[in-house]
């Protein structure tokens, strides 16, 4: 898979008779190698591997209940930490900048190059203090169908994602793509659900769920199980999906991965045209965040779409925010529609609500 991808995963012997399943983490960069298309610019957490996993077995006297090693206890320090602090956030690009992309994706659908392009922004901030009760706070955020963390060498991630990248359960293989975004007032529902161009956007990444399913080796025939339907993340309405297909014959976790991973709500359409476009306009690398993090069972598979995704690396906090682009996108618009993103976000990380 390239020489890109930094993998986490050691081997250790194990009796499969007693694993459980395992947390399995992709950045989008490896996702973006996986579906053949660019990884992306330079990530700006470089400490954090591209694919991760942590194989869970069941707990039996005289054994751990995790693959890898055991960490030493800590020894208690002699002077308290110091109390979480969270500095200024620093963009990785002016909202200039980041108009100025959502301008060239026009540019680009307006040539016939593109429908759809997802443009994400990252900004980073310094710390002290356990980022680790910072991050807890954020899986707690309301909405989030995919609430938790995993930590490696020096690094976590935290997710309060909404969205479901893939699931694979009861002999279907399902994904819910999330597109459109207004508050959560009565006023933001109706107009969601008014808009003729939320509409649009979200039925072009329908239309690539679908068609990302229907590569599958196999499965069945795919349907819309439902359609821009409206649901709530942290004072926020968002459109979802759900598409689906039976599973049919054969169906393996790589197979679904290149298929799904990068998703199509946070790359564009056509996809692979999309991840070019996006290698060429974002000055950094999208790290954890708009890959998949979740469970793989030894019954079902469940993965999220990192959005709404925190990396805490080297004394600095990152997340990413942004959205798709269509011909009738407002560039300022789609600069303070990732903003509101970031909100409930920066407020958890800060010590808010």
């Known amino acids: 898979m390239r020489n890109l991808i930094r993998s986490a995963i050691p081997f250790h012997p194990i009796d499969e008779d007693t694993v459980c399943g395992s947390a399995l983490y992709v950045s989008a960069a490896a996702g973006s190698v996986m579906a053949g298309g660019m990884p992306g610019g330079v990530t700006p957490v470089p400490g954090i591997p591209d694919v991760a996993a942590v194989l869970y077995v069941h707990h039996t006297q005289g054994s751990e209940a995790g693959s890898g090693s055991t960490p030493a206890p800590r020894a208690h320090p002699e002077s308290a930490p110091p109390p979480w602090e969270l500095g200024s956030w620093v963009p990785s690009w002016t909202r200039q900048e980041h108009a100025n992309a959502v301008g060239a994706v026009r540019a680009a659908i307006a040539r016939g190059d593109v429908y759809q392009v997802n443009v994400v922004g990252h900004a980073s901030a310094p710390y002290t203090g356990d980022a680790v009760a910072a991050l807890q706070r954020v899986t707690r955020i309301p909405g989030a169908r995919y609430g938790g963390m995993m930590a490696g060498d020096n690094w976590h991630i935290a997710t309060a994602s909404p969205e479901t990248l893939v699931e694979i359960r009861a002999g279907r293989v399902i994904t819910r793509p999330i597109k459109g975004t207004r508050p959560a007032t009565v006023k933001g529902r109706a107009e969601l659900l008014a808009s003729d161009k939320e509409r649009a956007e979200h039925v072009m990444i329908v239309d690539l769920s679908r068609n990302d399913l229907a590569r599958l080796p196999g499965v ?82 469940d993965l999220g779409l990192t959005i709404r995704t925190v990396a805490a690396t080297d004394g600095r906090l990152h997340l990413w925010a942004g959205g798709g682009i269509t011909i009738d996108s407002d560039p300022w618009a789609e600069v303070d529609e990732a903003a509101a993103k970031a909100g409930p976000l920066r407020a958890i990380l800060a010590g808010g609500r």
């Open 220 to 301: 069945g025939p795919v349907r819309v199980d439902e359609l821009f339907g409206v649901r709530e993340w942290s004072g926020l309405w968002q459109a979802e999906s759900q598409v689906s297909a039976p599973i049919t014959g054969t169906l393996e976790l790589s197979a679904v991965l290149r298929a799904m991973c990068p998703g199509g709500s946070v790359t564009g359409a056509p996809k692979l045209a999309a991840l070019n476009e996006i290698a060429h306009l974002e000055p950094v690398g999208r790290g954890v965040s708009m890959g998949a993090l979740g469970w793989v069972g030894t019954d079902h598979v």
